[in-house]
């Protein structure tokens, strides 16, 4: 079983920055995918970004729309890590963030943005941007 533990949440003003880790243990980096989730009380947790992630290289990313240009995933695999750099932060992007991990071409997608196509999940860390 792989575990998968967030950090790096906090409180920002809105156009403020942060970098979320996923420190994970257990987990195969070859051909498989991590992923950054967040929910709101009250809303379906959002596929914000993915990464098809390998030993070597950078991996390859996928973004939501909504964080296109703005946020930047990124693996370490030699520090078991996935990281989220969150740039010109917005109200809208509030919520707590989970990290998770799953298997490749799952619904036709190489790495997909739906909750149900993931296994493992950390415990998640909140965000929270003020206008």
């Known amino acids: 079983h792989a575990r998968l533990v967030e950090s790096g949440g906090g409180s920002v003003q809105a156009g403020g920055s942060l970098r979320l880790s996923c420190k994970t243990s257990g987990w195969t980096y070859s051909q498989n995918c991590l992923a950054w989730f967040r929910q709101v009380p009250g809303k379906e947790r959002e596929g914000v970004a993915q990464i098809y992630t390998s030993n070597s290289g950078g991996g390859t990313p996928f973004y939501a729309d909504s964080v296109k240009g703005r946020f930047t995933i990124a693996q370490d695999p030699a520090n078991d890590t996935v990281y989220l750099q969150m740039d010109s932060l917005n109200p809208e992007d509030t919520g707590l963030y989970y990290c998770?991990?799953?298997?490749?071409?799952?619904?036709?997608?190489?790495?997909?943005?739906?909750?149900?196509?993931?296994?493992?999940w950390g415990q998640g860390t909140q965000v929270n941007v003020s206008s």
């Open positions: 998770a991990g799953g298997p490749r071409n799952w619904g036709g997608a190489l790495c997909s943005a739906k909750p149900i196509a993931y296994v493992y």
